[in-house]
């Protein structure tokens, strides 16, 4: 059965998914079986073009080409960093600042291969931030990355000292709860406190661009999963 996606924009140009957290950008390179969006689109399209990816355990917009020509041209807007790129994050702690540009540059980890690092020899990497909501001991943050180093959003936060709320290689908790958020959860002692999210806090909401003289502005809404999370968040805030 062929999974479902939500497809948030198409034209003869491009096709923009709102991506569900688990779900592989790309085929694995080891396991080219495991679900992913490029395999279930080529399924549904004739022909489909990789332009990008988003972590797998990042929801939010992915884009694909329908033609070689797009498929040329949104890899040029890509590699010049010419594609405003918006993402919500939720973080431990807040930023110091309401906002500015972390600048920070990125290496991979020599001891660690599925991780990066900061080190004055990696490579040149900009984000800029903005603070969007407070809450206890937590917060809503637009990143917009300005360079596209592998894990950038994640790494620069955790440098920052505002880690990704769940994410599992630069953070502090793998999962959250009620109990975490409230410090007294008001439940008894034999309740089960089930987790508000397990996975990295992080969705690429909004992407701006022009191609062939023409201007998007696509936009996926945040998942249920990250909506409860603020709304939790907000609720006993305000208590």
Not at 88 to 109: M, N, R, Y
């Amino acid at each position: 059965m062929v999974q479902k996606l939500n497809i948030v924009f198409e034209d003869s140009n491009i096709i923009a998914l709102n991506k569900p957290s688990g779900l592989l950008s790309i085929p694995d390179r080891f396991d080219p079986e495991k679900p992913n969006a490029y395999t279930i689109l080529k399924s549904l399209y004739p022909e489909v073009w990789i332009v990008h990816r988003i972590d797998k355990e990042t929801s939010g917009l992915l884009l694909f080409a329908k033609n070689e020509v797009a498929h040329r041209d949104l890899n040029i807007l890509f590699e010049s960093h010419t594609i405003d790129k918006n993402y919500i994050c939720f973080t431990e702690s807040a930023p110091l600042e309401e906002e500015g540009i972390i600048d920070a540059p990125i290496a991979h980890s020599p001891a660690h291969t599925s991780k990066m690092m900061i080190h004055p020899k990696g490579k040149s990497s900009q984000t800029k931030f903005k603070l969007l909501e407070r809450y206890h001991g937590h917060s809503c943050v637009l990143a917009k990355p300005l360079s596209g180093r592998t894990h950038q959003i994640r790494i620069h936060f955790a440098y920052m000292g505002c880690p990704l709320i769940c994410d599992p290689l630069y953070g502090i908790r793998t999962e959250i709860s009620i109990a975490d958020i409230k410090k007294r959860p008001g439940l008894s002692k034999d309740q089960e406190i089930r987790p508000l999210l397990q996975r990295t806090a992080l969705h690429s909401w909004k992407l701006n661009f022009i191609l062939n003289a023409v201007s998007y502005e696509l936009e996926a809404e945040l998942p249920k999963d990250l909506k409860a999370l603020q709304n939790q968040l907000r609720k006993w805030t305000k208590n």
